[in-house]
């Protein structure tokens, strides 16, 4: 089973996860969700796979989620889930899905647990801090 990554292109998680794919000599498909949208069987298939819910899912900084009123925990899972399929930068990300199983990968070193072998390093987080070292390593 090939890697597949719902991937935004200008978050800086999402493009270290996809640089962590590639790395370990994987190639990954690349879905840029912003484009292409959501359906509402993926979103639950991959909430389903994931362990996430459309609140743990829901992107709350640089999207509208306030604006639109769905910070308040009255806000029901049909709603969010409805919004997402509006709004598609609703759902963070990014989201990797591998034979060894989907995941929410932020922080970002959450890939390396869908990975059948680490990269070689050295490479490090968005923020600068050091991730795996020159021997292919995991590190913290």
Not at 40 to 49: D, E, K, S
Not at 76 to 88: G, N, R, S, V
């Amino acid at each position: 089973m090939s890697i597949v990554i719902h991937h935004n292109p200008d978050c800086g998680t999402s493009r270290n996860v996809l640089a962590i794919i590639e790395a370990a000599g994987e190639t990954p498909v690349v879905i840029e969700y912003l484009q292409t949208g959501w359906t509402r069987p993926q979103l639950l298939a991959l909430f389903a796979a994931a362990g996430l819910t459309p609140r743990t899912a829901l992107r709350t900084t640089k999207s509208p989620a306030e604006e639109l009123g769905l910070l308040d925990s009255s806000v029901d899972d049909e709603t969010l889930l409805a919004a997402m399929l509006e709004h598609p930068v609703l759902v963070n990300r990014p989201i990797v899905c591998s034979s060894k199983g989907v995941r929410m990968c932020r922080p970002s070193e959450t890939v390396l647990d869908l990975l059948d072998r680490l990269p070689l390093g050295p490479m490090s987080k968005e923020g600068g801090t050091p991730l795996i070292d020159e021997e292919g390593h995991r590190l913290g």
